[in-house]
Structures are given as C-alpha cells and as structure tokens.
C-alpha cells in the first residue's frame, strides 16, 4: 500500500493549459504538503494544509491553487501553464503540522513538463 | 531565518567504506529538529532518520546515524558499510521558523563504486 500517492507521475503538456495533480495519503495524518523541485533539484515548500485548512501559501503565483477536499486529499490545479513550471512536484504529509518531531512522508512526485 | 548548508555537492565511496555527509544549520530557535532524506534516481524522496534538539543521544537506524553537534551546529549523516544502493542525493533538512514545513539544503550526491 503506498503511503502517499499522487497522479499523474509524468505529465507533458503545452504553455496556457490548465493541469492538476492529485494526491491522496492513508496515514491518517492531519497535514498534507506540496513542495516544487526545480531543475536544480532544489526543494521548496508551495503549501500546507492541516485539517482541510490552509496554513502555509509562499510566495507562489495565483495561477496555483490547492484544494483539500478532506484531510486525506490535497489536489493542486495550475491555470495558464509556464515554462517556468516545469519541475517536480511532491505530495507529503505528516501527524502533525509542527515540522520538528513530526516527520514528513513525501510521494513519489510529479515530473511536469510544460512544452 | 532558518538555513541549511550542505558544502558536498558530490562524494564518492567505494563499497563497504563509511562516508560522512556534512550539514550545517543556522536556527534561533532552542527546540528544532533535523532530517535527513534520500533521493534515488527514482526520484522518490525517503526519510532517513531524525534528530530533535534536546536529544541526549546521537540518532541511529540501522546503518545510518547522525553525528549531532548542537554548539557547532552541524548534523553530519554516517553511512556505514556502504552498498551500490546507496548511490543518491542526501537532503538535510530543519523546520522553518514557525516549525510549519521543512527547509532544505541544496543536497549531495553520493555515488557509491564496487
């Protein structure tokens, strides 16, 4: 049973399209995460949820938006699609939202190419 | 703010050999945690192994374990017995300021030869 899945896991699509990925935990965890790997295989948090409610949205343009639809589900739409976007991205979760003692489990990622 | 600094952009081990993976932090925060993360050419990102500030003893699991240096803030990871599987990139990692997400270094690669 995979802890943290997300769909799709390899996604090639043209600039100005609308695109989402979904992830889904069966952890029972409370908070669910995305964080964008770039080229640079540089990780950065995008958001977090903790119970359906939004706690963390960095700096990341509006054309991205996250929905949590229950705790065990955090989807993340893209409108307008860039180059720029091209990148993996990563589903995590964990118990809590406190990230120290609580370790976070990430899925297995999303390379999005944008062409 | 929170940082973290890992200076080996790429190691090299033969197997069997221990490696050590060097990561530094920066935190003004008295309880924090460290993580490291290993990332196959899979892709897939896998928890290592933890350490909590307030810790009396160094972390270990298995074959990993952290040399945990709290007045040189550094959090140096031990592969022992290293096996080709092992052949990654290394991400350390400590929760931002408001202890709501993990921030990570740029990583290392670690390639393991036979």
């Known amino acids: 049973d995979t802890a943290v899945s997300q769909t799709p896991k390899y996604l090639v699509t043209q600039m100005g399209n609308d695109k989402s990925i979904k992830c889904e935990q069966n952890l029972g965890h409370d908070t669910m995460y995305w964080y964008k790997q770039d080229s640079k295989k540089f990780l950065k948090i995008m958001f977090s949820?903790?119970?359906?409610?939004?706690?963390i949205n960095e700096t990341v343009p509006n054309r991205f938006s996250p929905k949590s639809p229950d705790k065990a589900h955090l989807n993340l739409h893209i409108n307008s699609l860039e180059l720029g976007d091209s990148a993996v991205y990563f589903c995590?979760?964990?118990?809590?939202?406190?990230?120290?003692?609580?370790?976070?489990?990430f899925g297995e990622g999303s390379w999005l190419t944008v062409v | 703010a929170q940082k973290i600094t890992q200076t080996q952009p790429g190691m090299f081990v033969q197997e069997k050999e221990a490696v050590t993976l060097d990561c530094t932090y920066d935190t003004s925060d008295q309880s924090y945690g460290l993580f490291w993360y290993k990332q196959p050419s899979s892709g897939e990102m896998i928890f290592l192994i933890y350490?909590?500030?307030?810790?009396?003893q160094n972390a270990t699991e298995g074959r990993y374990s952290l040399n945990f240096q709290k007045a040189r803030k550094s959090a140096n990871l031990v592969i022992s017995a290293s096996q080709l599987g092992d052949s990654a990139m290394y991400f350390c990692?400590?929760?931002?300021?408001?202890?709501?997400?993990?921030?990570f270094g740029k990583g290392t690669t670690l390639s393991v030869s036979s």
């Open positions: 990692a400590i929760a931002n300021q408001a202890g709501t997400a993990l921030i």
């Open positions: 350490q909590g500030s307030y810790d009396e």
């Open positions: 995590a979760s964990s118990q809590g939202f406190r990230a120290s003692g609580n370790t976070i489990y």
């Open positions: 949820y903790n119970n359906k409610e939004l706690i």
